[in-house]
């Protein structure tokens, strides 16, 4: 069984994605502690709510947080407007700093970004400042993984791959989200085809056969655990196993319905059918 890791949104509780700034009415330490008691040894950082728990919190103390836990991976989330001008990239630079600094204290194997909703910048547009923030992350000896979005200027996986080819760095890679991949109608074959070299990270949860409401809402509002849904996980883990992806795995299930959930009930609910999908396709 591979290594899982909580992503923010999982264990954040009442803090949903359409909240940019702001943290988790949970302390740091009991979303820490209730993930380890899940079994989970990986743990995700979200930019605002870091910020809050540096508040109180200094870097030693993070780290001697994860250390006594058994957290072994860390990521951190999610660089908005890394692409953009003006007012826009002046907040997203403000953010970069905090994830690069935070990457760097913390050990985090990857900084996860995405695309931005269609607007003025085309995906062509996205090279260049892609190649720019890889460069940044390797001074801090970490990774930066793109996700495709289907509602996004990153749609699909041919234009996700080609701005991470394009910018041509080491440490620029894709993650693959597998409600993105199902909504976008990614297939187990365009999988199996991309480079081994670019998969950095994999996201688990689950969904409805149809979109509930509008693409925003259902991944927002409405993903499902896994196995409670009708995403073909199975086949989607053996092609990411054909590429030689090992983990860790993330899991990362965006809904009212967890975040009405106990932060145990919603770590070890998360954790287990994530689990379980790895007992399947063994």
Not at 81 to 95: I, K, P, Q, V, Y
Not at 237 to 257: K, M, R
């Amino acid at each position: 069984m591979p290594d899982l890791l909580a992503s923010y949104f999982t264990i954040a509780g009442d803090h949903p994605p359409s909240l940019a700034t702001g943290a988790s009415p949970y302390s740091l330490r009991d979303r820490i502690e209730a993930a380890a008691r899940a079994g989970y040894t990986g743990f995700g950082f979200y930019a605002s709510d870091l910020s809050a728990s540096l508040e109180s919190l200094n870097w030693a103390d993070i780290r001697a947080l994860l250390a006594g836990n058994g957290i072994r991976h860390v990521e951190v989330e999610c660089l908005r407007n890394w692409f953009a001008d003006g007012e826009l990239r002046t907040a997203s630079d403000a953010e970069r700093l905090l994830l690069l600094e935070a990457a760097g204290e913390l050990g985090a194997f990857q900084i996860k970004i995405g695309g931005g909703l269609p607007g003025r910048w085309t995906a062509h547009d996205l090279t260049d400042p892609f190649g720019a923030l890889c460069d940044d992350a390797a001074k801090v000896g970490t990774r930066v993984s793109l996700e495709m979005v289907p509602f996004s200027v990153v749609r699909d996986l041919a234009t996700a791959l080609a701005i991470v080819e394009g910018a041509g760095r080491a440490n620029g890679g894709l993650i693959l989200d597998f409600w993105h991949l199902d909504r976008a109608g990614v297939t187990p074959a365009d999988i199996a085809a991309l480079p081994p070299e670019r998969l950095f990270g994999v996201e688990l949860c689950d969904a409805a056969r149809e979109v509930e409401g509008t693409m925003l809402e259902d991944t927002w509002k409405r993903r499902r655990f896994c196995g409670d849904g009708d995403v073909d996980i199975s086949s989607y883990l053996a092609a990411i196993g054909g590429l030689g992806f090992t983990g860790p795995f993330g899991c990362e299930v965006i809904s009212d319905a967890v975040r009405a959930m106990t932060l145990d009930d919603a770590a070890r609910r998360s954790h287990d059918t994530a689990a379980a999908m790895f007992t399947v396709t063994a």
